[in-house]
C-alpha cells in the first residue's frame, strides 16, 4: 500500500520536472535587431506559445488522469476491506455453526442405543396390542354379560306377568325380547335354552287370551246405564176391572144412569180375580239410590274380576248384579230388561286364563348363562402367564427413554 501511494506521489513530480527540462531546452530567440525582419520573430513567439499552452494542457490532463485513477484505486481498496471483514464474520460463523453440530453431534445417541430403543419400541407396540386385546375381550364379555342377565330378568318379569295379571301379549312380547339376545350372541352352546324358548313362544300364542280390556270396558258402559236406571211404577192391565167391563157392556150409544154409575165406582174400587200376583212398590228417594249403589259396586266387582282373571268373583259379582236387577226393577222396564239380558251374555264369557310354565325355560337361560361363565373363567387362568410381557416392558420404558 505504501510503495503504491509513493509512486502515485513522485509521478506528478518527475512530470513538473520534464516539463520544466522542455522549456529549457527550447532556444532562446534572440531579439531581432533592426535590420531583421519583425514578422519572423512574432511567429516563433506565437509558436512556442502554443508549445507551452499544449504542455501545459497535456500536464492537466495528465494530473486529472492521475486524480481519477488515485480515486478508483482508494474505491477498490474500501470494497477489499469490507470483502475482508465480510469472509472473516462468514468464517466466525461457520466456526461458531460447527461448533454447535458438534456439540449437538455428541448429544445424539450412540448405534447401540438407538438399536436398544427400538427394540424396546416394538415390544412397547406388541405390549400395547396385546393389552388392548385383553381390554375389548374384557368389554365384550361384560357387554354379553349383561344382554344376559337382561334375558334372564326379561324371562322372570314374564313369569310374574303370567302368574300375576295372566297378561299373555305381554308375557309373549318379553319371552320374544329374551330369545332375540340370545339370538345375537350367535353361539352354539345356547341351542337348548334357544329350544325352551321357542316351545314357551309357542305355548303361549298357542293359549286363549280372552279380551279382559273390553270386557272391563262393557262392564263399565253397563255401569253407567246402572246409574240412569228407574223403577217403573205399577199399572193394571185393566182399567177398573169388572167394573168397567160390566159398565161397557151393553153397548149402547148413550150410556144409562147405572152404567154411569159403575164407571163412577170403578174408579175408586177394583176387582180383581189375579190377586195373587207380586205388585212391586215403586222405588224413590234414598231406596232408589241404594239399589244404584248396591248395582254398581256389583258391576265395580266384576270389572276387577275380569281385569285380574278371577273367574269365580267374576261371574259371582254378575250374579249379585243379576239379583239386584230382579229384586228391585220390574222386568217390563225395557231399560232394566236390556241390562238384565247383557249382564246374562257377560256372564259366559270365558275369562281364565290357563298360562304355560315358563320354570324350564327360565333354568335352561340361566344354566347357559352359568356355563358361559365358567368358561370365560378358565380362559382368564390360561391367559395369566401370557400377560406378564407388558409389565416387564412398561418398567424397562422409563429407563430406556432417560
Known amino acids: 500500500m505504501s510503495e503504491a501511494t509513493t509512486s502515485k506521489d513522485q509521478a506528478p513530480q518527475e512530470h513538473e520536472q520534464a516539463l520544466a527540462d522542455a522549456a529549457t531546452d527550447i532556444p532562446v530567440t534572440p531579439a531581432p535587431t533592426a535590420n531583421e525582419p519583425p514578422a519572423r520573430g512574432s511567429g516563433l513567439a506565437l509558436l512556442a506559445l502554443l508549445i507551452a499552452v499544449a504542455g501545459a494542457g497535456a500536464g492537466g490532463w495528465g494530473l486529472w488522469q492521475l486524480h481519477g485513477m488515485d480515486a478508483r484505486e482508494k474505491q477498490q481498496l474500501s470494497q477489499l476491506q469490507a470483502a475482508r471483514n465480510e469472509a472473516q464474520s462468514a468464517a466466525q460463523n461457520l466456526t461458531q455453526v460447527g461448533r454447535t453440530l458438534e456439540s449437538r453431534?455428541?448429544?445424539?445417541?450412540?448405534?447401540?442405543?438407538?438399536?436398544?430403543?427400538?427394540?424396546?419400541?416394538?415390544?412397547?407396540?406388541?405390549?400395547?396390542?396385546?393389552?388392548?386385546?385383553?381390554?375389548?375381550?374384557?368389554?365384550?364379555?361384560?357387554?354379553?354379560?349383561?344382554?344376559?342377565?337382561?334375558?334372564?330378568?326379561?324371562?322372570?318379569?314374564?313369569?310374574?306377568?303370567?302368574?300375576?295379571?295372566?297378561?299373555?301379549?305381554?308375557?309373549?312380547?318379553?319371552?320374544?325380547?329374551?330369545?332375540?339376545?340370545?339370538?345375537?350372541?350367535?353361539?352354539?352352546?345356547?341351542?337348548?335354552?334357544?329350544?325352551?324358548?321357542?316351545?314357551?313362544?309357542?305355548?303361549?300364542?298357542?293359549?286363549?287370551?280372552?279380551?279382559?280390556?273390553?270386557?272391563?270396558?262393557?262392564?263399565?258402559?253397563?255401569?253407567?246405564?246402572?246409574?240412569?236406571?228407574?223403577?217403573?211404577?205399577?199399572?193394571?192391565?185393566?182399567?177398573?176391572?169388572?167394573?168397567?167391563?160390566?159398565?161397557?157392556?151393553?153397548?149402547?150409544?148413550?150410556?144409562?144412569?147405572?152404567?154411569?154409575?159403575?164407571?163412577?165406582?170403578?174408579?175408586?174400587?177394583?176387582?180383581?180375580?189375579?190377586?195373587?200376583?207380586?205388585?212391586?212398590?215403586?222405588?224413590?228417594?234414598?231406596?232408589?239410590?241404594?239399589?244404584?249403589?248396591?248395582?254398581?259396586?256389583?258391576?265395580?266387582?266384576?270389572?276387577?274380576?275380569?281385569?285380574?282373571?278371577q273367574s269365580d268373583v267374576y261371574r259371582q259379582a254378575l250374579q249379585q248384579a243379576r239379583e239386584v236387577l230382579d229384586a228391585h226393577f220390574n222386568s217390563d222396564n225395557p231399560n232394566s230388561r236390556a241390562l238384565r239380558v247383557r249382564i246374562d251374555e257377560l256372564v259366559e264369557q270365558p275369562i281364565a286364563v290357563t298360562p304355560p310354565d315358563l320354570s324350564l325355560t327360565l333354568n335352561a337361560v340361566q344354566a347357559y348363562i352359568q356355563a358361559k361363565q365358567t368358561a370365560r373363567s378358565q380362559q382368564k387362568v390360561d391367559a395369566e402367564p401370557a400377560t406378564e410381557a407388558p409389565d416387564d416392558v412398561e418398567a424397562a420404558l422409563p429407563e430406556a427413554l432417560q
Open 105 to 309: 453431534m455428541d448429544q445424539l445417541p450412540s448405534v447401540d442405543e438407538l438399536e436398544s430403543r427400538h427394540r424396546l419400541l416394538t415390544q412397547l407396540q406388541s405390549g400395547q396390542q396385546l393389552l388392548n386385546q385383553r381390554l375389548e375381550t374384557v368389554l365384550g364379555a361384560s357387554r354379553q354379560d349383561w344382554r344376559l342377565a337382561e334375558a334372564e330378568h326379561l324371562l322372570r318379569l314374564a313369569s310374574l306377568r303370567l302368574s300375576a295379571l295372566q297378561d299373555i301379549n305381554s308375557a309373549t312380547a318379553l319371552v320374544q325380547a329374551a330369545d332375540e339376545i340370545l339370538r345375537e350372541q350367535d353361539d352354539p352352546a345356547a341351542f337348548a335354552a334357544r329350544e325352551q324358548l321357542a316351545k314357551s313362544l309357542q305355548a303361549l300364542r298357542s293359549t286363549h287370551n280372552p279380551d279382559r280390556t273390553g270386557l272391563f270396558l262393557q262392564l263399565g258402559a253397563l255401569r253407567e246405564q246402572a246409574a240412569q236406571l228407574n223403577a217403573q211404577a205399577p199399572v193394571f192391565s185393566a182399567e177398573g176391572g169388572v167394573l168397567s167391563e160390566l159398565a161397557a157392556g151393553d153397548g149402547a150409544v148413550e150410556p144409562t144412569w147405572w152404567q154411569r154409575g159403575l164407571q163412577t165406582l170403578s174408579e175408586y174400587f177394583r176387582i180383581d180375580f189375579n190377586a195373587d200376583r207380586n205388585i212391586r212398590p215403586m222405588l224413590a228417594g234414598q231406596s232408589l239410590s241404594q239399589v244404584r249403589l248396591a248395582l254398581s259396586l256389583a258391576l265395580e266387582q266384576a270389572q276387577w274380576g275380569a281385569l285380574h282373571g
